[in-house]
């Protein structure tokens, strides 16, 4: 059975700063990698998706995942954060046909 | 754009009362999960649909929580009694299939509340 680790509970950052949110993953066999977005009071958002090929994953708002085989990881970042970025993050490994996530990561962003 | 829709967004029910969720998934998509988030913690799952059949209630307290999909489209969980110990976030997904390639899209929520 696969374990989903986010080492980091909480992350303050400020404006224009990189972030970067760690994920480790315990699994045997093959998965395939998510990271979503939760906003205060609402569902979870994909933010992007390892499925395979490129390591490196992106998405449309900036935010980049690379997979790391070798040390089941699966960390995110971004170069510049914005006021707009403070949410909770969470890690997702799906293994067969279970899907699941890590405890979350809460960035919050500062002027 | 389709989406999850979950109803009601909030519930303030007491302990030892019965209460239940709804939740329709994107048309299409066979599979359909309910999971349970406690504040601060991620998303544990409580039951997975493959169309109308269960194919992973492990995490289900099945004394007190119940979930169908009659017709293999849309859900409702049900907790009775409800204990203070439910106050959470149930959040409800779909997917196309439950392959390893595929995505789970989320609803809004419903945030429980028992006091």
């Known amino acids: 059975a696969q374990s989903v680790t986010q080492l980091d509970s909480q992350v303050p950052v400020f404006e224009e700063a990189p972030v970067e949110l760690r994920c480790n993953y315990s699994?045997?066999?093959?998965?395939?990698l998510f990271w979503y977005v939760q906003y205060p009071n609402q569902g979870l958002q994909l933010l992007l998706k390892?499925?395979?090929?490129?390591?490196l994953v992106e998405s449309i708002n900036g935010f980049e995942a690379e997979f790391n085989k070798s040390q089941t990881s699966f960390h995110l970042r971004k170069p510049s954060v914005h006021i707009s970025d403070t949410a909770e993050y969470f890690c997702?490994?799906?293994?067969?046909?279970?899907?699941?996530f890590g405890a979350g990561t809460t960035v919050t962003v500062r002027a | 754009e389709a989406e999850v829709a979950q109803s009601p967004r909030y519930k303030i029910t007491e302990k030892s009362q019965a209460v239940a969720f709804w939740c329709d998934p994107i048309?299409?998509?066979?599979?359909l999960y309910w999971y349970r988030q406690i504040l601060g913690q991620g998303p544990e799952l409580l039951v997975q649909?493959?169309?109308?059949?269960?194919?992973?209630d492990s995490q289900l307290p099945k004394d007190r929580f119940s979930a169908e999909r009659l017709k293999g489209v849309d859900s409702t969980l049900k907790i009775q009694p409800a204990e203070l110990g439910d106050s959470a976030m149930y959040l409800c997904?779909?997917?196309?299939?439950?392959?390893?390639?595929?995505?789970?899209?989320f609803g809004q929520g419903t945030r429980l509340t028992v006091v």
């Open positions: 997904a779909s997917s196309l299939a439950a392959g390893m390639n595929t995505e789970a899209f």
């Open positions: 699994s045997s066999v093959s998965v395939y």
């Open positions: 390892y499925l395979s090929g490129s390591t």
């Open positions: 997702a490994v799906r293994e067969d046909y279970k899907l699941s």
């Open positions: 048309s299409g998509h066979a599979t």
């Open positions: 649909f493959q169309d109308e059949s269960v194919v992973d």
